[in-house]
C-alpha cells in the first residue's frame, strides 16, 4: 500500500529551485495529510501556517484514503478550520 501510494506522489512532485539546484519536493497535499495524521503540536502549528494555501481537495481526499485514515485526518483538518470540498 504505501509503495503505491508513494508513486501517486511521485507523479505529483513539484519542482523547486534552491540556490540554483532544481529540486523536487512532495506535493501540498502529501504534507497536510502527513501533519494531519500526526497531529503533534509541531504539526498543528504548521497546519495553521498552510492553511491558505492552495491545494487540491479531491488529491487530498485520495491520499487519506489511501493510508486509511480518513476520518480522523478530515476531523483534525477541521477542528482546525479547514474547509475540504
Known sequence: MVQFINYKVFQKRVAKRYQGIRLFVEPIEELIVHKATMFR????????????KEFDSSFLKELAKDWGEQFQIFKNLKSLGYEIA
Open 41 to 52: 503540536e509541531k504539526d498543528i502549528r504548521d497546519l495553521k501556517l498552510l492553511m491558505n
